[in-house]
């Protein structure tokens, strides 16, 4: 039994990864008027943190309207200006399509709900040999003015890009980047009927989340590595003669895409 207390090491033998398809701020059907309290998407939510199980979640805001995102990402769009909603101020349920306000949004507020979220899990972990996070960075520029003061410049965050190095099996990780996997039945001569999978290049990728999630046996704490709204921008393969065939697979996303959550069981 886990007993609460300071995880020293996390260890990868105990992590799985699982790869969701992403949407993007998808616009809720109805319109705020002040009265609604329900706006419903097109397909259910996953619940990929798993931080509630069964039930996906939406960010969390606190006092100082600081925020991390969960399961769904919840917007106010006024006057094209998307605004993360302030859960704090306004608790938000979702159940299957329906997000669910606690206090209806008023006109002021907004003129759409817009929502990104996952669903449809694939789950690699069985594939996966090594992760690699990167990227995120925060530039800082420093320029030398008249009289030999040195003006700092600070940049905007860099991309964040997480690479999986895996086993190359069935179709391997290709579909990410050339952008979808076709699949076809056809009459087999030996087996009856097969299935052939195939991929293109040059086709509109498919957006993703990255969900990995790791725990650690002896405190039952989690750690949750989540890539949001990730795109596949390589893929690299490698087969020695005597060895075996593995790809890397790397993909990338905003940094306002990644957030890493930490679950201390126990400690609240």
Same mark, same amino acid.
């Given at each position: 039994?886990?007993?609460? &207390?300071?995880?020293?090491?996390?260890?990868?033998?105990?992590?799985?990864?699982?790869?969701?398809?992403?949407?993007?701020?998808?616009?809720?059907?109805?319109?705020?008027?002040?009265?609604?309290?329900?706006?419903?998407?097109?397909?259910?939510?996953?619940?990929?943190?798993?931080? *509630?199980?069964?039930?996906?979640? +939406?960010?969390? *805001?606190?006092?100082?309207?600081?925020?991390?995102?969960?399961?769904?990402?919840?917007?106010?769009?006024? /006057? &094209?200006?998307?605004?993360?909603?302030?859960?704090?101020?306004?608790?938000?349920?979702?159940?299957?399509?329906?997000?669910?306000?606690? +206090?209806?949004?008023?006109?002021?507020?907004?003129?759409?709900?817009?929502?990104?979220?996952?669903?449809?899990?694939?789950?690699?972990?069985?594939?996966?040999?090594?992760?690699?996070?990167?990227?995120?960075?925060?530039? *800082?520029?420093?320029?030398?003015?008249?009289?030999?003061?040195?003006?700092?410049?600070?940049?905007?965050?860099?991309?964040?890009?997480?690479?999986?190095?895996?086993?190359?099996? /069935?179709?391997?990780?290709?579909?990410?980047?050339?952008?979808?996997?076709?699949?076809?039945?056809?009459?087999?001569?030996?087996?009856? +009927?097969?299935?052939?999978?195939?991929?293109? &290049?040059?086709?509109?990728?498919?957006?993703?989340?990255?969900?990995?999630?790791?725990?650690?046996?002896?405190?039952?704490? /989690?750690?949750?590595?989540?890539?949001?709204?990730?795109?596949?921008? +390589?893929?690299?393969?490698?087969?020695?003669?005597?060895?075996?065939?593995?790809?890397?697979?790397?993909?990338?996303?905003?940094?306002?895409?990644?957030?890493?959550?930490?679950?201390?069981?126990?400690?609240?």
């Amino acid at each position: 039994m886990a007993e609460p &207390g300071e995880t020293k090491a996390f260890l990868m033998e105990n992590a799985i990864t699982e790869i969701y398809t992403h949407v993007e701020k998808e616009i809720c059907s109805e319109t705020p008027d002040g009265t609604a309290t329900d706006f419903t998407i097109t397909t259910a939510p996953a619940p990929v943190t798993g931080i *509630v199980s069964g039930t996906a979640q +939406s960010q969390y *805001v606190d006092g100082s309207d600081d925020y991390f995102r969960k399961d769904v990402l919840v917007f106010y769009r006024k /006057d &094209g200006r998307d605004t993360v909603v302030d859960t704090g101020t306004n608790a938000i349920t979702i159940s299957n399509t329906t997000i669910t306000f606690a +206090s209806a949004p008023t006109t002021s507020e907004a003129d759409k709900v817009i929502a990104s979220y996952s669903h449809t899990k694939s789950d690699r972990s069985d594939e996966i040999v090594n992760m690699t996070l990167s990227g995120g960075g925060r530039p *800082v520029e420093y320029v030398t003015v008249q009289g030999g003061e040195k003006v700092r410049i600070e940049k905007t965050q860099e991309a964040k890009t997480v690479a999986l190095e895996v086993l190359s099996v /069935d179709g391997g990780f290709v579909a990410y980047v050339n952008g979808v996997e076709v699949s076809e039945t056809i009459a087999g001569a030996v087996s009856g +009927s097969d299935i052939l999978k195939g991929t293109v &290049g040059a086709q509109t990728r498919t957006r993703r989340t990255i969900i990995c999630k790791v725990d650690d046996p002896e405190t039952g704490n /989690d750690r949750i590595e989540c890539f949001f709204n990730v795109v596949g921008v +390589s893929d690299e393969g490698a087969a020695p003669s005597d060895g075996y065939w593995s790809e890397t697979v790397s993909f990338e996303c905003p940094p306002q895409d990644h957030c890493r959550i930490t679950r201390l069981v126990g400690q609240g």
